[in-house]
């Protein structure tokens, strides 16, 4: 069914891992991932596990991660490889892939999502770490967001949706509605199931199971950053639904825990993945055992004794049959192989006029190739190499030949959200000038320049930059020349901040000084690594 096969390495390198939630003694500690896989559901199909999560207007998107025990995840795949829609050649912040459904049903894998400005689409494979059927629009319309598929006992199917309030005017609602078996159309105009108005204002991300004669709904309330987990429950699919809070933060430092999906193991445990909203961190990924009292799945453990679940912070790992390999998402890239690291997203759909891994081998050849005509800064840039914070506290390090760029020109490492900050190198009549620069949608100002008298004065062909992210998200860069040591960029250090729905990225960038198309300066990263460095949360 799928091509992996479970890891049989050794625990290798993993301490330097930005972050590692498989504690080696047969326990985990949250979050399982601490990057911005947002709005996530997973799957159990035999004995593997598969997550997909929001990803908007980042390409590749729907990114698809696999474990074998719901505490080590691996990226496999991406479901989109680029975006077969109108106006993806540039950014398009917050807009896109919503809050997806993950589901195995005759024989194959579905993932259905909603794009608020379009409607509902449909994607399937029969390997979820293959390829992916091109994008259907399941059904039209603006505001119609996070659906969920389900086919009942009987064969029919169904499917229960939110809505996105600044697109339709409206919010707190969920709708099931008849859906045709291939996935391929909605039936009917739905019957609104729920409504949140009152008791559970946002209610929204509505995922749909069965258990035990019993229709569930699990779904989010009260907004992404303070939300709570909320079930629904019914003899009928169409209802009336009992309601219950069965997670919320509750005396714990994990606010808003909500958002997600719910998977049972062949010897009985239940478990709930989810979402925290950790500000430029993104949304990040925790792991709730639940218990089932009285029919209703009780999340987390109730530590303050209000009958509501809190989120734990240590917990003994998911009981799977047997002990699997640590394993985390992977940060670092060598660029060997002739693929970039599934980690890398573009702001855009990639044009082959950005980069190559064909000129030498290991070797990642970004072209400086002009910003769009609209754009004011790199905030509106397409051509941005960007991944998610990786872990609480770590480094990233790029090395860099730099022979390739032409006079104005420059390439550099950039941490980006609202704001964003970079070191970068440019060519200069006289030779090289390293600098570092902050900047926001609208205007970009550069903060310091090497002088002559800096340490890194004397630039070579070679060039390392580095930014190290402490754990509350301050960014403080370096540069190091061939033969010297890293020297501080010095700068205050600079507060991440989060984008449109998604949290701060770091990646890597090349620009040309005009608009022009034309294309040969280039830089060369010979490397970029990751690794984690001490925090004290």
Known sequence: MSSLQPPNGSRGSYQKEPWVSDQGDGTFINPVLHADYSDPDIIRVGNDFYMTASSFGHIPGLPILHSYDLVNWRLINHAIPRMELAGYDQPQHGNGVWAPAIRFHDGKFWIFYGDPDVGIFMTTAVDPAGEWSPLHLVKEGK???????????????YLVHAFANSRAGIKHLLRMCKMAQDGAALLDEGIIVFDGTQRHPTTEGPKLYKRGGCYYIFAPAGGVATGWQLVLRSRSLYGPYEEKVVLHQGDSSV??????????LDGGESWFIHFQDKGAYGRIVHLQPVRWEDDWPMMGIDSNVDGIGEPVVRHKKPNVGAIYAVETPAASDTFEGGKLGLQWQWQGNPDEAWATLDAKPGRLRLFAHPMPDKAATLFDTPQLLLQKFPGLAFEATADLEISGLAVGDRAGLIVFGYSYAYAAVRRDQGGFVLFAAEGDAVTERVLWQMSASSPVSSLTDSLSLRVTVA???????????????FVRVPLPPFPARESRWVGAKVGLFALRADRSDAMGSFVDITSFGIMGVSSHE
């Not at 606010?255 to 049972?264: A, C, D, S």
């Not at 998200?473 to 010297?484: K, M, V």
């Open 143 to 157: 505001g119609l967001i996070d659906p969920c598929p389900f086919w009942d006992d009987d064969g029919q199917a």
């Open 255 to 264: 606010n808003g825990p909500h958002q997600g999906g719910w998977v049972e």
């Open 471 to 485: 754990n509350d998200a301050l960014c403080s860069f370096a540069c190091r020349t061939e033969g010297l040591e």
